[in-house]
DNA sequence: GTACTATACTGCATCATGCAGTAGAGTCAA
DNA sequence: TTGACTCTACTGCATGATGCAGTATAGTAC
């Protein structure tokens, strides 16, 4: 029997859905528009849609070039009953991994400069995809989307990572803020600023638009 | 040899820094605190200290309670030291998974109620860990922190979570307002409203302050 | 013609997860 | 005091997923 469908599985389906590919192309549109969705390796990739052939929501077409084969997966009628299902279900909650905010969290074995890199490469990291984002939503204005009639769910999407983007690079502000005035990393415990913040985060309000910085 | 360390073994390390833990204890530390900045799964973390002892940077003490042993990891000297080694390298890029985010990108292929539903499970799972962050974060104003010295590191900390979590809230709001305008997931295409937050997008203005629903 | 990049993958070791299974310790109630 | 239930304390195994190296042809620019 073939191994089961998983979340990836279903992510493949849905480019298939859009229209046929290659093995090669699926790992490079993957790689461009899920990247901040449901990021996957090319190996995965690659994967993939051998498993939804063995399931029967995919067909696979073998194709030469020259001397070299390639193989064009199509979907199946059984395919698209196959991916609707999958929309009707609950999706799982959201996970974000970032590795300089471990570096925040164990701050107390490194130097204050330490943990400052950290959340400028994060914020660096930030605003480059932030450029990224816009650059190829602002090509949709000039007919840029490969699939125009896409173009409101691209779109919608990428507001979502635009906002995600922007609050990393101004919350690394605010955190920095904070940490200039530390005058080490380690044992600082409840100073007056984070009790301020923690009163503000009781009390249910914004910390970003009015960052602690007095009057 | 010892398989190589990773990010993971780091995070378990900067556990350990802060005082010895049961393996047990470990699982249970590492899922409540670093659930929001490096998930990962109880099996793992069982698996993690004992590379860390392969590697000499801890150090395992067999216990017994009562007919049962248990075993206490410590972290040593030179574990300490890779720790401070690694707090001064370069962080990977965060990195967000969301499933629901996958639905919108292929909502075509389901009804508006689906995405919507998909929206709204996103933002009820945000909302549930939003208040999660709150709470333990309101205990620590009453001496509720079990390492009161390190209060600095995880307010600072949750204020990124509380922000995240905020964020994901008020975009589905967003979202949803889009939607609602939408007769069908299918074909819509450029829409004059899609077309308007495409140039906000190129004026790099923000779209969650204002949005588009007119005067 | 040659250097370089893009296309088009596969194999393998290892990292990581999920699930089932094992079993003793502590707690509470009938 | 016995039984039910939860918490503590793990391990084994199948499978999912990644990273890296390797192979090799096609196209393009100089």
């Known amino acids: 029997m073939p191994s089961r469908l998983t979340t990836s599985s279903y992510a493949v389906l849905g480019l298939l859905a859009v229209r046929p590919w ?17 990021p996957k390796s090319e190996r995965l990739l690659y994967a993939e849609p051998k498993k939804l052939v063995a399931h029967g929501l995919a067909s696979a ?19 698209r009953t196959a991916l609707t299902a999958w929309m009707a279900t609950v999706p799982q909650p959201p996970v974000l991994e970032a590795e300089a905010l471990l570096r925040l969290l164990f701050a107390e074995n490194g130097s204050v400069n330490n ?20 650059t190829i939503n602002a090509g949709y204005l000039d007919g840029q989307h490969p699939f125009p009639q896409r173009t409101h769910l691209s779109v919608l999407f990428a507001t979502f990572q635009l906002e995600l983007f922007d609050l990393i690079v101004r919350w690394v502000d605010f955190a920095k803020a904070e940490i200039d005035t530390w005058p080490t990393t380690e044992g600082l415990g409840m100073t007056d600023r984070t009790e301020a ?9 914004s910390l ?5 910085t007095g009057p």
């Open 22 to 38: 290659t093995g090669y192309e699926l790992t490079q549109q993957a790689t461009r528009s899920l990247r901040f969705a449901w």
């Open 61 to 79: 077409l073998q194709e030469s070039v020259g001397q070299r084969n390639r193989t064009v997966y199509t979907i199946t009628d059984e395919g």
């Open 115 to 134: 943990l400052t890199a950290a959340l400028d490469q994060m914020a660096a990291d930030a605003a480059e995809m932030y450029e990224q984002v816009v």
């Open 197 to 205: 913040i923690l009163n503000k985060i009781k009390q249910q309000r």
């Open 208 to 212: 970003l638009e009015s960052p602690p």
